[in-house]
T-cell receptor, first 111, second 114 residues
Framework: LAKTTQPISMDSYEGQEVNITCSHN???????ITWYQQFPSQGPRFIIQ???TKVTNEVASLFIPADRKSSTLSLPRVSLSDTAVYYCLVGEDNYGQNFVFGPGTRLSVLP | GAVVSQHPSRVICKSGTSVKIECRSL??????MFWYRQFPKQSLMLMATSNEGSKATYEQGVEKDKFLINHASLTLSTLTVTSAHPEDSSFYICSAREGAPEAFFGQGTRLTVV
């Protein structure tokens, strides 16, 4: 399984764009990159997933460079309710995939 | 997205008793389910992975006789904490996937052993 590295914590202000980068230097050819959000005392919530280039949905964008050794989750115009822990996971699209979580990034959005 | 329901959300039990936690996929068939535990301010720790109809695969250091996992159907997996002790107090979370790359998570169960 590809190991991931993320900043432990980040601070931002309301209305700003937040970019969280995840490093996964030993990502394999079949690996996808998935980001989850977790609020205290809740299960993680799926945010976005990608394989290469750029993916965008209604809540975030995911940028993946050509070498796929890193990825950046972009949250446009964050609000206080975006304060949470964000996890980057890397793994294969098959039934044997174990979703192993790294330490995540604790994002604090300040007023 | 798909819905995974976990029950109970909170449970308090006496030391030495057993507790069962249920995880259900409500609108999809979960071929694989995962069980995690999470201590305060820490990340999720994968305990075991189960595929429907087969024995669970436990992560290193997780006692399979203490944490019994049953994945008897494509929509239900259970985790039973046997002979619970205060050190088993934690937040337990299940997740399920149908085959797509992403997994969907339950809301978690706060177990307190007194």
């Amino acid at each position: 399984l590809a190991k991931t590295t993320q900043p432990i914590s980040m601070d931002s202000y309301e209305g700003q764009e937040v970019n969280i980068t995840c490093s996964h230097n030993n990502i394999a050819t079949n690996d996808y990159i998935t980001w989850y959000q977790q609020f205290p005392s809740q299960g993680p919530r799926f945010i976005i997933q990608g394989y290469k280039t750029k993916v965008t949905n209604e809540v975030a964008s995911l940028f993946i460079p050509a070498d796929r050794k890193s990825s950046t989750l972009s949250l446009p115009r964050v609000s206080l309710s975006d304060t949470a822990v964000y996890y980057c996971l890397v793994g294969e699209d098959n039934y044997g995939q174990n979703f192993v979580f790294g330490p995540g990034t604790r994002l604090s959005v300040l007023p | 997205g798909a819905v995974v329901s976990q029950h109970p959300s909170r449970v308090i039990c006496k030391s030495g008793t057993s507790v069962k936690i249920e995880c259900r996929s409500l609108d999809f068939q979960a071929t694989t389910m995962f069980w995690y535990r999470q201590f305060p301010k820490q990340s999720l720790m994968l305990m075991a992975t189960s595929n429907e109809g087969s024995k669970a695969t436990y992560e290193q250091g997780v006692e399979k006789d203490k944490f019994l996992i049953n994945h008897a159907s494509l929509t239900l997996s259970t985790l039973t904490v046997t002979s619970a002790h205060p050190e088993d107090s934690s937040f337990y979370i299940c997740s399920a996937r149908e085959g797509a790359p992403e997994a969907f998570f339950g809301q978690g169960t706060r177990l307190t052993v007194v």
